[in-house]
């Protein structure tokens, strides 16, 4: 009887961890794709100042020549 209770205590080990990796990869996947949209979102928005246009309606701001 001991060793069915271990036997069991062991499947239920295993499915925990299983559950767990699991787990981890969504969450890991969820924060990654968060990070790259809010990279993409930066890089969008740097890209619209790089080509806004000046209030006098001129030319375009070169926000790296402001440095």
């Known amino acids: 009887m001991t060793l069915r209770s271990s036997q069991r205590g062991t499947v239920y080990l295993e499915a925990g961890r299983t559950l767990l990796r699991t787990a981890q990869a969504v969450i890991d996947s ?4 968060r990070l790259k949209s809010l990279a993409d ?12 246009i000046n209030p006098n309606g001129i030319g375009s701001i070169d926000c790296q020549q402001l440095r």
Do not use: F, L, W
């Not at 969820?30 to 794709?33: H, L």
């Not at 979102?41 to 806004?52: H, I, L, M, P, T």
């Open 30 to 33: 969820v924060i990654a794709a």
């Open 41 to 52: 979102d930066y890089q969008s928005q740097d890209e619209n100042v790089r080509v806004s």
